[in-house]
DNA sequence: ACCAGTTTTTACCATATGGTAAATGATGTC
DNA sequence: GACATCATTTACCATATGGTAAAAACTGGT
């Protein structure tokens, strides 16, 4: 839980009774390798905060095919919160790469803290905000050939390479899972 | 200035006084084509919101080339908010891709505001939110070949494929100049 | 109207990536 | 430990896109 106060903290001043209020709301949750944490169709929910493990972000073409939009390892706020703030229905699913620990708010608590804790309505949009230049700063960039983009993927998330599918990196990378193989054997 | 205060009214609740008091603290800028609004290596010190005119946020990358980044339409904001907020150089330009008219709020005006509206912090954090939102949705899906990101890009912005220069909207494709034009042949 | 400079199109070949298929390697279950 | 299942690698050819170069079409200034 320690991981989720630190987060906070580095974004905005709370002290310690407020972060009890905080801690009070939330719940553990453990999601076996694959099992969804919201899945599309459906209006999200809750918020969760990644304390071990990998999640992703995914959706089906309308091909069919499976594509990772997004990566999302420990210390980071895990939600589609477009569709959660709305209240409208996702259109990918949160999946768990491996095994994984959650902490949850559910969408009430979330937003009920604004009303007992001056200043959170400002650290939920500061956590939000932090979320998604995260996403953009370690999403592939379009301009840059397959294997430029698979080593910059290395360099963002160095643990993954190992523990996730070659194809849930291979469709994040935008190329299909046999050239992705081929660049893995022409950088070594 | 209706425009900025429909955007402001679709976002957060705000009475006649403050949205006047808003007003006050802003001017206009008239930027001409590839005039820059903010610069790479520079701190940003103010936050745009485009009232006429197509902005973009570019860069060059390590072989020397010029990457477009984001197109920024009439009614959204232009800044770079990471480095705004945290006083850090930017790494971007955002430059006027056509004559553009802009409504500016320097720094101190932007955050004093805070000070004097209640809810501004609110307001303000979900206009930089929406913007985030925007911007991905509309960016090209890395996983679509070029002639579906070239289309979706139709899509997202009809009126400008004629208004900006071609090379401008091949690198935010990834794709090179050549390419586009053939596929834009292809289409036809 | 002309010219210089820029942007866009076209052409040609080289190359990276995709598609299909099969072989190899890993993993979990009984 | 044997087996079925799934993930990864390899191979082959097809194709989209890149690179270089030149031609054509615009654009703005005089």
Known sequence: MQ????YILQIGNINKQQIELVESKTAILDLK?????SEAGLIPKRVGFVLEGVMRGCYYNNKGEE???CFIGKGNLVVDYPNFEANTASSEYLQACTDCKII????????ELSNTIVGWDVIKNKMVQQCLYQKSRK??????DATTRYLAFLKNYPSFANRIPLAYIASFLGVT???LSRIRKNIR
């Open 177 to 179: 899972q046999q050239s």
């Open 139 to 144: 999403s592939p960039v379009i301009s840059q």
């Open 67 to 69: 594509i990772t939009r």
């Open 3 to 6: 991981e989720l106060t630190d």
């Open 33 to 37: 390798k694959d099992a969804y944490f």
């Open 104 to 111: 949850v708010f559910s969408k009430t608590d979330w937003e």
